[in-house]
């Protein structure tokens, strides 16, 4: 056995983005409890000029997807950022569940080498696979499921570090 | 070519912790410029009951060090919780990058089913090297060099993603 490109990055990615739903359920679960609107919430954010929590996961559900697709040599399907309730952030990982899980390992693995070109807005950027991964999806993947984690954390949701991990693989 | 423990591992903590230092400093110039005690970041938390930034960096710091030593099946060095300075918590990802430096891959490589013992505190928890890499340490390190930043965010310090992501690697 050797560590695959699929194993690495889709079910990484399931697993948070679950984990991410979960934490937004404890958000709703909060914000009926303390009786304020929900969408409150979508636009909460840790500062001023810092993105809220529906741009956190609207970007988060982006790198899983991007990653997939670009892993798999597949074109990006676009998504609308249109979120405006919590509800809706569930449908966009509800929806990002549903595309990863149409991937199967043959058409990632092998992807280590893959030339993957990233349209930076500092113009356009080639990587391989691997590092495209690792060192570029990842990053950005956990950056913005762990901030609107923070987001929720900061605004008085009852979620704690297992909420955002869960439960171990068997 | 294809992946690798080691090149899922020890550069991927080598990269996130040489940004996190980046960002820490960051901080320190903030504090300089607005004249105030950067002790305060460190003792700085996004919610009451939520853990500090020295305890964000320290944890990471361990997870970073413990999938090394896991997987490369060592003992992990004691390492004492002390620092109570931004210069300490500097010398603590400094230190944690040496002991990274440390590694080769010929360590690692191979640790994909290596049995890991992990002592919860649910109790003792056994899990392959792949798992444990994947979907403990790396959700763990991830999730505490993100709170790390966004502490240090929300108290004003002039970081972007950017800081946090760094140079793309070539």
Redesign the interface.
């Known amino acids: ?5 699929y ?2 990055s889709i ?2 990615f399931q ?2 983005l679950t984990q991410l739903s979960a934490v937004l359920r404890k958000g709703a679960a909060h914000a009926e409890a303390k009786k304020f609107d929900p969408a409150v919430l979508v636009g909460a954010r ?2 001023p000029d ?1 993105l809220p929590l529906s741009r956190q996961i609207q970007i988060a559900s982006d790198h899983a997807r991007g990653a997939a697709a670009r892993l798999a040599g597949l074109p990006r399907p676009p998504v609308p950022d249109d979120e405006a309730t919590l509800d809706d952030l569930q449908a966009r990982i509800a929806s990002t569940l549903e595309y990863l899980g149409r991937f199967t390992p043959s058409q990632i693995d092998g992807s ?2 893959r030339e993957i070109t990233l349209p930076l807005r500092t113009g356009e ?1 080639t ?1 391989k696979g ?2 495209y991964l ?3 999806a ?3 993947f ?2 913005h499921v ?2 609107a ?2 987001i929720l ?2 605004n ?1 949701v009852d979620v704690g ?1 297992q909420d ?2 869960g439960p ?2 068997t």
Chains 1, 2 share one sequence.
């Open positions: 056995m050797t560590l695959s490109m194993e690495a079910p990484v697993r948070a840790l500062a810092m280590e080498e950027v990587l691997q590092p690792l060192h570029f990842f990053p950005n956990w950056f762990t901030v984690y923070a954390r900061h008085g570090k955002f991990l171990l693989p």
